[in-house]
């Protein structure tokens, strides 16, 4: 079977997406690459943060790999916080501090509509190649659900009546930013 090493520290990301790529491609984890530290994100897009983190992995191992990177867009807030979800409440903040921070951004805010957004980057024998998922829905006034990660617990997709921390995980992989990318990561891979 066709092997990547998927260039992520985030063992939720990692679990996701195994289950999606399970009989279609063998993950190798960063650990299991002997590859340890801290991966760069400083761009200032999704799709250069994807491209930083595949080809931090490609430069100290020559091997074909991907990253993705993911930003939760908030209609209220501009597009807020996008591509700086991660550190949206600062250098070394929790997924609990970045959840408190746009809950309070939100407060007394109608329009909630916000959007995930998922770029993945592909480093084929050297080659870059980008996937893109992207799913609507809104910014719940607080949180719901055990599951998931990240802003998971205040984020209800368009057409459900749950966020995506109550969903199964396999539910959520059905129709979440990363599912549609990773979807088309292996449309590629099969073709
Ligand atoms: P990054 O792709 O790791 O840079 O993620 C950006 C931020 O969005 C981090 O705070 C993540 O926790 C959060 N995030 C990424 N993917 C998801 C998701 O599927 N659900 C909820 N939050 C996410």
Same mark, same amino acid.
């Given at each position: 079977?066709?092997?990547? =090493?998927?260039?992520?520290?985030?063992?939720?990301?990692?679990?996701?997406?195994? *289950?999606?790529?399970?009989?279609?491609?063998?993950?190798?984890?960063?650990?299991?690459?002997?590859?340890?530290?801290? =991966?760069?994100?400083? $761009?200032?897009?999704? *799709?250069?943060?994807?491209? /930083?983190?595949? /080809?931090?992995?490609?430069? %100290?191992?020559?091997?074909?790999?991907? #990253?993705?990177?993911?930003?939760?867009?908030?209609? $209220?807030?501009?597009?807020?916080?996008?591509? &700086?979800?991660?550190? &949206?409440?600062?250098?070394?903040?929790?997924?609990?501090?970045?959840?408190?921070?746009?809950?309070?951004?939100?407060?007394?805010?109608?329009?909630?509509?916000?959007?995930?957004?998922?770029?993945?980057?592909?480093?084929?024998?050297?080659?870059? %190649?980008? !996937?893109?998922?992207?799913?609507?829905?809104?910014?719940?006034?607080?949180?719901?659900?055990?599951?998931?990660?990240? &802003?998971?617990?205040? !984020?209800?997709?368009?057409?459900? #009546?749950?966020?995506?921390?109550?969903?199964?995980?396999?539910?959520?992989? *059905?129709?979440?930013?990363?599912?549609?990318?990773?979807?088309?990561?292996?449309? &590629?891979?099969?073709?």
């Amino acid at each position: 079977m066709r092997e990547l =090493i998927f260039a992520t520290n985030n063992k939720h990301k990692l679990e996701e997406v195994s *289950q999606l790529l399970v009989g279609k491609v063998n993950i190798v984890s960063l650990a299991d690459a002997g590859l340890e530290g801290e =991966i760069p994100e400083t $761009a200032d897009t999704l *799709q250069g943060n994807a491209l /930083q983190k595949a /080809q931090w992995v490609w430069e %100290r191992t020559g091997k074909d790999c991907f #990253a993705d990177d993911t930003g939760l867009e908030v209609d $209220a807030l501009g597009g807020a916080p996008g591509v &700086y979800s991660a550190r &949206y409440a600062g250098e070394h903040c929790t997924f609990d501090d970045n959840v408190n921070k746009l809950l309070a951004a939100m407060e007394g805010k109608t329009n909630r509509k916000a959007a995930f957004r998922t770029v993945i980057c592909l480093i084929e024998g050297g080659e870059a %190649r980008f !996937f893109e998922g992207r799913v609507e829905g809104c910014i719940l006034t607080g949180r719901y659900g055990e599951g998931g990660f990240g &802003y998971d617990p205040i !984020f209800m997709p368009d057409r459900y #009546a749950v966020s995506f921390a109550e969903m199964p995980l396999d539910v959520k992989n *059905q129709i979440s930013h990363r599912g549609l990318a990773v979807k088309q990561l292996v449309n &590629y891979l099969a073709n």
